[in-house]
Structure formats: C-alpha cells, structure tokens
C-alpha cells in the first residue's frame, strides 16, 4: 500500500498526525526472580525474565523459554482486555498474574489506484495465491534457540510513515483486511538494513500480494517480515548482523509508490513495530 503521486502531501499529512505514539515500556514485577516489561496493549511486544527452567503458559499456551529464563509473546491487533501469565519455578510457589491488556482504535483507511488484480485476483493465480501464503505461515512458525529478540532494534529504513499498524484497509473502494505493518516511503532500490542480528528463513522476489518479501528470524517465535520490496539479497540460511544491507525498496505487489511494510511477528500473532521501536527522528522522516 502506498500513495499516488497527487495525493502524497495530502496522504502525508493525515498519517504522519495520526501515527500512534509508541506506548511507555511498563514493567510489571511478580517477585523478585519474575518480571515482565514491555507494551501492554493490543499489538504489543512483552519480554520476560524468570527463574530458569519454569514452566510458563499464557492464557493456557506455552511459551518457551531460554536457557536462563527469559521469554517473549504478544498481543494481536485485536487481543482480549485480560490475560493470565501462570509461572511454575523448578522448585517453589507457583505465580498467576492477570493483567489488562490495553485496547486501540483503528483508522480507517482509503487506498485508490493499487492494481485492480490485487484487489479480486483472478481465478487463475488463487493456487499461487495458496502456496505463498503457506511459505509465509511456516516461516513464522520457527522457533530457534536464537536470543535475538532480546537485542534493541533498529529502523530498517528511515523515511515518511505512510501506513500504520492495525488500520483498516479499503482497496479501490472494497473493503479487506486490515493492514499489519508499518509503511515507510522511499525511492525505489533505497536499501533497507536488518533491524537486529537474524537469520533469514523465507526470501522470495516477488510473491503475489507482497511482491518482494523476506522474513527473518528473531528467535523464539519473534519474526521480522518486509514487502514490496524490489529486490531481496539475502536467501534462505544467513545469518545477517544488525545493520547489514537486506534488500531493496520496491513497490511490487498491491502497492501505489515505493516503501517499506514492516511486519512483526509472535509467531501468527501480529504485532505493532510502532511499540517496539524509539521515535524515528522528525527530520529525517520528512
């Protein structure tokens, strides 16, 4: 998704006022071995540490967690109000902690000119369509052992927000899903760096909806996913340091202009890169 080139100040304009300000970390302290620390509100990314080899669920799920207790999961764009951590130590008392998850409003939002075929694909590319989303949904299945997902992470890319995470969408005038990444604008062939060590673990040039698409691994069941990129430089297997050069911006796929999607992931559950990320600075986004 993206803007045309007559409505771009405009477009501008009404989504730079509207980007979500990121939410304050909180930490959330269960005992003196136990805290959790992140964005408690739907699109969030929570972090935790705790006593090693505890047997952790959320909301009944297990979550894994390393060697010396640290742990990570979400909350998706539309997350219920209340979750329940439940944190049973190798030897000792069992935690249960209920806590209120945040909830968000979503803008709406009008998106002309993208390629009518992304809109209602023809008859003729729906298998395409299937293998490719079933690429994107193993890759964001791993679970490796990598710590990643416990560095900062960087922008990608630095330029005008153009899209935001959890607005729904309207394609040429029909109503689709709501968007789940952050849009950042550039020209076509900017390059675009890892936002923290990872190894890549789907690389495609151009997929259907998404065109150039590259997923990366975090650890742990945190992902990194970016779109419409015009050329992927990496394959399936490396190992990338933070900074290091990925891809290139693009506008293949349903897309109107050049820019970068960044999605994040706990595996299926989508988060918000907005929460994660330190302002990116006002002059250079301009």
């Known amino acids: 998704m993206l803007f045309n080139k007559s409505s771009i100040n405009q477009l501008l304009i009404v989504v730079l006022s509207t980007l979500p300000i990121p939410a304050l970390s909180e930490t959330i302290t269960l005992n003196e071995n136990t805290k959790l620390q992140g964005e408690f509100t739907q699109g969030g990314l929570i972090r935790g540490k705790t006593l090693a080899s505890s047997h952790i669920t959320l909301n009944d799920n297990i979550i894994r967690s390393t060697p010396d207790g640290q742990f990570a999961f979400g909350f998706g764009r539309d997350a219920a109000k209340i979750s329940t951590i439940v944190i049973t130590p190798p030897h000792g008392k069992k935690l249960s902690h209920t806590f209120k998850v945040k909830s968000r409003n979503y803008a709406l939002q009008e998106v002309n000119g993208v390629p009518q075929k992304t809109v209602t694909p023809p008859q003729s590319v729906l298998g395409r369509i299937k293998k490719e989303t079933r690429l994107v949904k193993t890759a964001r299945k791993t679970d490796s052992d990598s710590t990643d997902f416990l560095s900062t ?55 259907y909806y998404s065109g150039g698409t590259l997923i990366m691994d975090h650890g742990y069941g945190i992902s990194s996913t970016f779109i419409h990129l015009n050329e992927v430089l990496v394959k399936v297997g490396d190992k990338i340091k933070k900074g290091d050069v990925v891809a290139r911006v693009g506008s293949k796929g349903r897309s109107t202009g050049p820019h970068l999607d960044w999605r994040i992931n706990w595996f299926g559950v989508r988060l918000d890169p907005a929460l994660i990320m330190p302002d990116m600075p006002a002059a250079q986004r301009k």
């Not at 990608?156 to 689709?176: A, D, F, W």
């Not at 062939?189 to 789907?202: I, Q, S, Y």
């Open 153 to 207: 992470f960087q922008w990608p890319l630095i330029g005008p927000i153009t899209g935001v995470y959890g607005s729904q969408r309207v394609y040429n005038g029909t109503p689709k899903r709501p968007h789940y990444g952050l849009d950042i604008a550039a020209p076509v062939g900017t390059p675009v760096r890892a936002p923290t060590d990872v190894t890549v673990t789907l690389a495609h040039q151009n997929m």
